[in-house]
């Protein structure tokens, strides 16, 4: 059961979210004002422009039928496969 609140005291990078996605997997995908972070019910992990992200300030996120995770920035679009971007 994923916590009540989720903030930088949690790992969170910034408190600042745009959008959140579930993938295929049961992951929760949160867009900020820095980068992606994923939660996968116990920890969180995050992606940034230098890690292959378009722009650091992402809004959209998605999921598509294969477990590509797609993020809408303002400079574009990034493809994450769970590998790279």
């Known amino acids: 059961m ?3 609140v ?6 969170l990078p910034t408190d600042l ?3 959140v996605t579930r993938d295929l997997q049961g992951h929760y995908w949160f867009t900020t004002d820095c980068g992606v972070t994923r939660y996968d019910g116990e ?9 292959g992200l378009v722009f650091f ?3 959209d ?3 598509d039928a294969t ?5 809408g920035a303002c400079k574009g679009l990034s493809r994450f496969d769970d590998e790279e971007f």
């Open 2 to 4: 994923p916590a009540p």
């Open 6 to 11: 989720i903030d930088t005291d949690d790992g």
């Open 17 to 19: 979210t745009y959008d």
């Open 43 to 51: 920890t969180l992990a995050s992606w940034y422009e230098e890690d």
């Open 57 to 59: 300030r992402v809004y």
């Open 61 to 63: 996120a998605a999921a």
């Open 67 to 71: 477990g590509v995770k797609w993020f």
